[in-house]
């Protein structure tokens, strides 16, 4: 099962379209060219408002259950936060009804100071880097196995690649370099698609990833496996605080759950 978890809300449109009518060309392509599930993604710069609620939700988004979809298409909600202070990571639990009201969470930190935070201590599931400039930091592999051990992830976006020649450039070598300190193990890879013409087929994308460094079992794994990995960690993430705890007295405890208090008896010991 093919994913793509990020097709941007920051539609790039034609003379006399729409956001819907660009929004669904590109969910349709997406069907088309295999992935069965997909994220749109609203990217937030700074402090997270009220008025950053997922917008998808009142949008008339196209019935992916009809005719030019393919059976079981799923769409996704994704808030991406481009962190520009070490404040905004209260802001980011499922306590906050914004946050919580979409189904993934991805940062963008802009300092390395920012990126060890986000890599130790945000409640995030994807860490997004923009790969396709130069990055004013180094990786380290100290750093970016805090986020691994804590199950996020992290992600390259290909559409750049497809825009500049230069981007193109400085993403292939800083995800070059990605790999390398994650030594292959928490990568997603995503279009960050704002028109249908910048999305490509899975195969497509598991063959650029062979520039990166990557053979074409892991290359897979960065659209399936890895990305099922990733709303998995949402699902906890948004889920885990609403535990329940039964507490029952000492006294209504049978004889056969006496063991529950710890205490054992002197026959026992």
Not at 97 to 112: C, F, G, K, L
Not at 117 to 143: M, N, Q, W
Request: net charge neutral; glycine share 6%.
């Amino acid at each position: 099962m093919f994913h793509d978890l990020n097709i941007s809300n920051d539609s790039k449109l034609k003379a006399g379209e729409t956001q819907l009518d660009s929004l669904r060309k590109r969910l349709e392509l997406c069907s088309e060219l295999g992935y069965e599930v997909v994220a749109l993604n609203n990217t937030v710069v700074g402090k997270i408002g009220q008025n950053n609620v997922n917008p998808f939700r009142k949008m008339d988004i196209p019935d992916v259950s009809g005719k030019g979809f393919r059976k079981n298409f799923r769409v996704l909600s994704r808030l991406s936060v481009v962190v520009e202070d070490i404040s905004q990571n209260y802001e980011l639990n499922a306590n906050n009804p914004v946050v919580s009201s979409y189904d993934i969470v991805a940062v963008q930190p802009t300092t390395e100071k920012l990126f060890q935070a986000a890599c130790g201590t945000f409640e995030v599931d994807i860490i997004s880097l923009e790969l396709s400039t130069r990055l004013p930091f180094y990786l380290k592999h100290s750093t970016v196995g805090l986020a691994i051990e804590r199950g996020i992830h992290f992600e390259i976006s290909y559409s750049a690649c497809i825009k500049d020649s230069t981007a193109r450039r400085h993403l292939i070598s800083n995800a070059i370099n990605l790999i390398r300190v994650t030594r292959g193990k928490n990568i997603i890879v995503t279009s960050e698609a704002q028109r249908a013409m910048e999305l490509r087929g899975p195969y497509d994308i598991i063959n650029l990833c062979s520039l990166f460094g990557l053979n074409q079992a892991a290359a897979r794994d960065c659209l399936t496996i890895n990305c099922r990995s990733v709303i998995y960690h949402s699902e906890t993430r948004r889920n885990v605080h609403k535990g329940v705890v039964s507490v029952n007295s000492v006294g209504d405890l049978d004889a056969h759950e006496e063991w529950k208090t710890g205490e054992a008896t002197a026959m026992e010991l």
